[in-house]
């Protein structure tokens, strides 16, 4: 899990606004795969988990760049994807996410937060519901539980459909410019090549982080 957040800076102060002014929410971060819109959610996420409902409310000690509680026992449950008051709903190797997976989330948010203020959900991605999962979450997309925030993650907005699009608090991710690409590899060490070699991966990528740690490999340049 990355611990730190690069580049869209310009999105920071917004989303920031809303968690501290809203009891729930759901966001829909869209942009192409790989370049932080998971990252982010997961900072949020883990550190909304270690806080105090009235320091969410006075816009007191809650980073959403970086984790600040690296240290807590909440940490290791979120990096474990253990913690009982976060869902991440993702497609477990399949192409779609199963409606019995969808099931097992509107079980968990029927229910009230057991260790920590707030319950968080991050679905990556979103695009991987079929019509009949979606159908199931419009109303806890709607109306979601009290101190619940819930993160959708996707790579093709256009394909939402407008019933979804039309609840959501929307953030659009742009690309990473050169500088941010590089900082992200390096500072997590995702890849260790040259450096010039490593721009033109970036380039062939569209400077994605997580595309070039995702395809690359050893024979990538080899004629």
């Not at 920071?12 to 790989?34: A, N, P, Q, R, W």
């Not at 779609?96 to 260790?115: A, C, E, H, M, N």
């Not at 679905?123 to 519901?129: A, F, G, K, Y």
């Not at 419009?138 to 979804?164: C, G, M, R, W, Y």
Request: proline share 3%; with cysteine; charged share 20%.
């Amino acid at each position: 899990m990355l611990t730190e957040f690069v580049g869209n800076k310009n999105l920071l102060d917004s989303i920031k606004s809303i968690i501290s002014k809203h009891t729930s929410s759901v966001f829909l971060f869209y942009g192409h795969e790989g370049i932080g819109k998971k990252t982010l959610a997961s900072i949020i996420c883990n550190n909304l988990l270690n806080l105090k409902k009235n320091d969410l409310q006075k816009n007191q000690n809650f980073s959403i760049t970086e984790l600040t509680f690296k240290n807590s026992k909440n940490y290791n449950l979120f990096k474990n994807k253990s913690h009982p008051d976060l869902f991440f709903l993702e497609s477990e190797g399949k192409k779609t996410i199963t409606i019995d997976q969808v099931r097992r989330l509107k079980k968990f948010l029927s229910s009230t937060p057991s260790i920590s203020d707030y319950r968080v959900v991050i679905i990556d991605s979103i695009n991987q519901l079929n019509l009949n999962g979606l159908n199931m979450m419009l109303k806890s997309l709607e109306e979601p539980p009290l101190n619940t925030f819930i993160f959708l993650i996707s790579h093709n907005a256009s394909k939402i459909i407008d019933t979804v699009n039309s609840r959501l608090f929307k953030f659009y991710f742009k690309t990473l410019n050169k500088v941010d690409f590089l900082k992200v590899i390096y500072q997590n060490d995702l890849i260790n090549i040259p450096e010039q070699e490593l721009i033109n991966l970036g380039v062939f990528f569209n400077f994605s982080p997580g595309m070039c740690k995702k395809y690359f490999n050893e024979k990538f340049f080899s004629n």
